[in-house]
Structures are given as C-alpha cells and as structure tokens.
C-alpha cells in the first residue's frame, strides 16, 4: 500500500539552516539514503518549499482521533500528552495507522486531595503522600504504560494548595529514573521552579507569571541540565483568563507577587535560553473543561513557535525546539530529523521558515510513516 514517494528540488530543514534543492526519497515507512526515486514513485514538487522533520509537540492533552487529525494538518506527527484525565480515551489513541504517535504521561502525581484531584478528574491513587509512597506511585505508571512521568507541583502559597512535598518530588523522580522514565514537572511559579530543580527533574513546563528568576533561581537554571517546555500560548491565555477574575484583580492590587505579567513568562524563556538551556515547543493544546484557557489542538503550535521567536530564540532554534532537540530530549530516537532510516514523518511548507517562522503554517503536505496524510493540493 505504501507506494515510493520523491519529493524533488526541496530545500531540507537540516541542523539549523537549509541545504541546496535535492531529492528526498521515502520507501516502507522510512527516508532512505537514495537520491533517485523508483520508476513508479510518486513524485511530488518541493520548489520553493522547505521539507522539515514533522513536528513534537511536547506538551498536549489529547482525547479523540479528531485532535490528533487536527494536529497532523498542521504538521504534527508527534503528540507528548501531559496529563491524561480521560485516561481510557487518551490510551486507546495510542498506536494508530495514520495519525500523529500519541506518548502520554498517563496519571499525574500531586498531593493527596490536590485540586487536580478533586476538581480535574484524577484518581485519589494518584495523589504520593510521601517519600515512602513514590516507588507505588511510579510502579503504578510503569503498569499503565505510560511513557514518562508528569509531576504537578503547586505553590504552597496559593489558598487551598496541596502541594507535593520536596522530599516526596525528589523520591519521584529517583524511582522514575530507576524505572527509566523521564521526569516532568509542571511549573507556575517561582518557588514551584526552585523545587523541581532541586529534586533533578529531567523537563520543567510553563513558566511562572507573577515573576522573573531571581539570581538563586539563575544560579539553578546554569547548574542543573534541565529542559524547558514554557507553553508561551497557554501562559498568555491564562494571564488574560485569571488576571480577569475580580478577585484576583483586588489581590494584585495588594499583593505585588500575584500580579501576572506575559512578560515575566518571555523573560523566562530568555534567561533559559541564555543559560544555554533546550527550549522545546509545546502548546498545552486541550479542551478539559477545568483548564483556564484552551489552545487549539495543531493551529496553536504555529502561534508557540512565533512566540518563542518573540521571546528571542531564532527561527532555527524554535523550529529546532519542535523537531530534533524534542526528540533528543524524549529519547525518541527514529524522528526529529531528515536522515536515512528515521520515520518519514514530515511537513512540506511554502517558502523559508528560517527567516520567517510563521512560513512554517504554509503548510501544504503532511507525511506520516511515508502516508501523505494531508494535502492542500
Ligand atoms: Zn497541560
């Protein structure tokens, strides 16, 4: 079924830059080393376009074929889930012909009778209530196959906050790595930022909105080689969905920590950056109807990766941040770049997303395992 296709006269998206027109050629699922195609291939017209490595979005929460269809049409081919509320739906997308490779951290963890708990659907099991219970906690995600483990920490100042123990984190993430997994953890603050540093976590994602790092935290950020996943539309989105509660309006008045600032969340990013640190791209893509703002599954990982140029990555590095770095970081060592032997699983846009990012949401053909998938022809 999966006929020889040859993409010819294409620039490819390679190690930062483009390299001269040349021929691409996918067989069996994958990108060979040849440059001239099968008689019978089908042949497609790559000039004036730019091939890249389909994209990861890194942070997502998926529940029905349609958000993965949704996010293949706008170049995804790799979905990271974060958080599985719908824990039945989410696992059975995994493993499908023909749409994006869904990986999903499966069950959170947070602090027993966490507001994740109690109001966004995940089991009381989830909740570690301490050091000594973090290998059941881990055990529990290896049994249900989930592909890393996602930690949510909350900041202990926040009215009715369950928050994780730092001892309880660092023991998470210890029996993770022992299990092999990858470690990430959710961050909406200073203070949530300084205990996944300490505990060692593998991936922070988001930002804090109410500050910048200070020096301790700056310290921390060159120290440790952690990656950073800031969901730039999601924090936007929630300083414009919370910031306008009336409540909170009163709060900030008094209290200048809790006042939110999109600012605070791009000067994170650059100081990531500056530190010599991965940026990688993900939009918090979701429709849970706790969530306070909803990025749309696909459009929203071409709105993250303007964003990530705004913040001060280059294009490359944005585009780097959502192809082979994504990979690097999540072990997925069969995607992220245009080389023999990888997946094909790729996007083909009109004109130079290395000058103009927003180049990468011209998107006109989506492979996915070497089947075109989408097409605007
Ligand atoms: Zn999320």
Redesign the pocket.
Known sequence: MNVETALVDVRVFAGGRLSPPRTVVLADGEITDRETPAATADVVDGRGGTLLPGFIDC?A?VSTSEHLRAMAAHGVTTVLD??APQFDATMALKHRPGLPTLLSAGRPASGPGSMFITKMGHPPSTGVSGPDDAPRFVADRVDEQSDYVKILLEDPRVPGAKPLRDDTVAALVAAAHEAGLLTVAHVVSAATMRTALTAGVDVVTHTAVSSEPDEDLLRLIAERPVTIVPTLTMMDGVVHAIGRKPLMRVLSVVVKDLRMDYRHASATVAAFRRAGRTVLVGT?A?DEPGAPFHPAHGRSIHEELARLVDAGLTPAEALDGATRSAADVFRLTDRGRIAAGCRADLLLVDGDPTVDVGAAANVESVWIAGERVFSTA
Do not use: Q
Request: avoid cysteine; aromatic fraction near 0%.
């Open positions: 942070h929460h974060m958080g918090d979701n």
